[in-house]
């Protein structure tokens, strides 16, 4: 891919971005599709996460069952979305740290099983990444992004209930806050 697609990519994915949040933030006085945690036992979106089984980066299925039990951040993303791509580096950090300890950080990406290969090992990802293609836009959903914006990110405790969603780049120093009351 040369410079001039990947400029394009980038521009693309900033005003699907751009867009998605401004639908998010402006949308008023509507219930959103999923409270922030769910009553006792795995329901709902996140049952419907763990019996997905995704293709990693190398093309390996793996079941998504397997991080069961473990306090997830599950981070929905795309190559071409650039604010995708700002946050990989502090997640990669987030993942290799104290908080990757007690914290399963998982992508899954948006897009085709080539491009998101290509891009894995152009900027080796340090926490697993999963292919869901335009199905991840639907299970993304089912977490409350009714705008389909990307990145979207959903934090999980360990005991299976969605504790919060983030629509937009992360900003590091509230999920960290989230993170301490796990």
């Known amino acids: 891919m040369n410079q001039k697609h990947l400029a394009a990519y980038v521009v693309v994915g900033l005003l699907f971005a751009a867009s998605g949040a401004y639908v998010g933030m402006h949308k008023k006085d509507q219930a959103s599709p999923i409270a922030t945690t769910q009553p006792a036992g795995i329901t709902g979106p996140v049952n419907d996460l763990y019996k997905q089984t995704l293709p990693d980066a190398k093309g390996v299925a793996q079941p998504l069952a397997q991080y069961k039990g473990k306090a997830m951040l599950v981070n929905f993303w795309a190559p071409w979305c650039g604010p995708c791509v700002q946050e990989m580096p502090e997640l990669s950090a987030l993942a290799a740290g104290e908080e990757g300890k007690k914290l399963q950080v998982i992508g899954i990406g948006i897009d085709s099983a080539t491009n998101i290969a290509e891009f894995n090992?152009?900027?080796?990802?340090?926490?697993?990444?999963?292919?869901?293609?335009?199905?991840?836009?639907?299970?993304?959903?089912?977490?409350?992004?009714?705008?389909?914006?990307?990145?979207?990110?959903?934090?999980?405790?360990?005991?299976?209930?969605?504790?919060?969603?983030?629509?937009?780049?992360?900003?590091?120093?509230?999920?960290?806050?989230d993170l301490a009351t796990l």
Do not use: W
């Open 121 to 177: 090992d152009k900027f080796k990802i340090t926490y697993p990444v999963f292919v869901a293609g335009m199905a991840g836009t639907d299970l993304s959903r089912a977490f409350g992004n009714g705008a389909g914006g990307l990145p979207y990110t959903v934090l999980i405790g360990a005991d299976g209930q969605v504790k919060k969603t983030y629509l937009g780049r992360l900003k590091f120093d509230e999920l960290r806050k």
